[in-house]
């Protein structure tokens, strides 16, 4: 059974940092694409971040670019996003997320899903 447990939200202000952690259970977490997603208030889930299983590769939404950066721990089973420069318009709740498929290339098919973290960002 696949579980996704992330942590590190918090409230923040516009310009400030942080960094989210989702650790991962149940299957083999390096054989897995990881990403993170996020849904504001009032608007459907967008996706922000992903990892490949051997983290070659990374991609981005448009908005986070630059600002963002996605990595993972495979000897911790662990997927983080580092968030710098964060706006307002960053607050969501972030939820991290896994590829059903193993050795996966893009696009992922993410089928797991955490129960999210909150981001508020003050102005």
């Known amino acids: 059974q696949v579980q996704l447990v992330e942590s590190g939200g918090g409230l923040v202000q516009a310009g400030g940092s942080l960094r989210l952690s989702c650790a991962a259970s149940g299957r083999t977490f390096s054989r897995y694409a990881m990403g993170w997603f996020r849904q504001a208030p009032g608007k459907e889930r967008a996706f922000v971040a992903a990892i490949s299983w051997g983290a070659a590769r990374t991609r981005y939404a448009d908005s986070v670019k630059g600002r963002f950066t996605i990595s993972r721990d495979n000897a911790k089973n662990t997927v983080y996003l580092q968030m710098v420069t964060l706006q307002p318009e960053d607050t969501a709740v972030y939820y991290c997320?896994?590829?059903?498929?193993?050795?996966?290339?893009?696009?992922?098919?993410?089928?797991?899903w955490g129960q999210g973290t909150q981001v508020t960002v003050s102005s």
């Open positions: 997320a896994q590829d059903v498929r193993e050795f996966a290339s893009w696009p992922y098919e993410f089928g797991y």
